[in-house]
């Protein structure tokens, strides 16, 4: 019953549609009854836009596109080249950020992750000449990751290297999207394969698609936060950021940092996912009324939808030293 009076609302009122979740093949009982990971915010493109240096981030496409398609096994930009290995290592001001244990700050408390997970996809590397250069992102075997997407997940070491084939020269950065293409946010995850299924724990009932990021955890204060101090970042309990079915709002990061490919071998370096940066993100002072209604004023929709529009102003990605 309460399918068909939601299927009513959203034939008949095209306006309500975004904040019902209205969508075609992605919406049946079960995926509106639950099960999946929560909440993401649902906005309009963010003001401004556009990608600056240093681990900033604009609106973007993401993912590989076939004449628009969502496909499993998309084809390769190239059969040849040297292997850039990039290790994803989440940090909290400057220190390493262990996840599902507990991160002392210096307010005296901790913070424990219970889950850090985040799509990655549409990665270009930076000639020394500002000219973007597609590459494939790969498995281990150096076949195309499915979908032309990649899943970080902090309870799976081996998610923790982004592995590109590229072809040699001199870079002055990388951009990716902080998410997946909209002709794959549009699929029922049980029409897709890993990493875009139910499995991935990164399906969103409420609207339809998938997050693009998920983080949750857990703040204890110590001694100094039970007298009244405020921990050194304001640290939000859970952030749930995704997109719109409807249009393509999936961020894009850009990273600066210069590097050189050889011709053979393989290149590794080490990008720092910066958890403060994120978190000031999550807990900026903007208005996101626009979007946060209903089903989508939820907290952490609220913060992942103030993530998203302030990527552009943050470094939450950067080369390590």
């Known amino acids: 019953m309460k399918w068909r009076v939601l299927a009513m609302l959203c034939a008949g009122v095209p306006a309500l549609a975004g904040a019902l979740g209205c969508s075609s093949a992605a919406h049946d009982d079960e995926r509106l009854a639950g099960g999946a990971a929560g909440i993401s915010g649902v906005g309009n493109p963010s003001p401004g836009g556009g990608a600056n240096a240093g681990g900033s981030a604009s609106a973007g496409g993401g993912g590989v596109t076939e004449g628009g398609a969502c496909v499993e096994q998309p084809a390769p930009q190239r ?35 219970l889950n850090l997970r985040f799509y990655v996809s549409d990665v270009h590397l930076l000639r020394s000449s500002g000219e973007p250069v597609a590459v494939d992102l790969v498995a281990e075997s150096g076949v195309p990751e499915p979908y032309g997407v990649h899943l970080f997940n902090a309870e799976e070491a081996d998610s923790a290297t982004l592995r590109l084939l590229a072809p040699s020269g001199d870079y002055s950065g990388l951009s990716f999207a ?16 890993d990493p875009l299924t139910d499995v991935s724990q990164m399906t969103w009932p409420h609207t339809g698609g998938f997050l693009f990021l998920r983080y949750e955890g857990r703040y204890t204060a110590g001694s100094a936060g039970a007298s009244g101090a405020s921990p050194t970042v304001n640290i939000p309990p859970a952030v749930h950021m995704g997109g719109d079915i409807r249009k393509e709002l999936v961020p894009g990061v850009s990273v600066s940092g210069t590097f050189s490919i050889p011709e053979s071998g393989r290149l590794e370096k080490a990008l720092n996912v910066a958890m403060d940066e994120l978190f000031k993100g999550a807990t900026a002072d903007i208005d996101v009324s626009d979007v946060a209604v209903g089903l989508l004023s939820a907290p952490e929709a609220v913060a992942g939808e103030r993530l998203r529009r302030q990527l552009s102003a943050l470094h939450v990605f950067v080369f390590a030293p």
């Open 79 to 113: 059969t040849q080249g040297t292997l850039l290995s990039l290790s994803l290592k989440p940090s909290l001001t400057n220190l390493p950020f262990v996840f599902g244990q507990p991160n002392a700050l210096a307010d005296g408390g901790s913070l424990v992750a």
């Open 178 to 193: 902080l998410g997946i293409k909209l002709s794959c946010n549009q699929q029922p995850p049980a029409q897709l394969s």
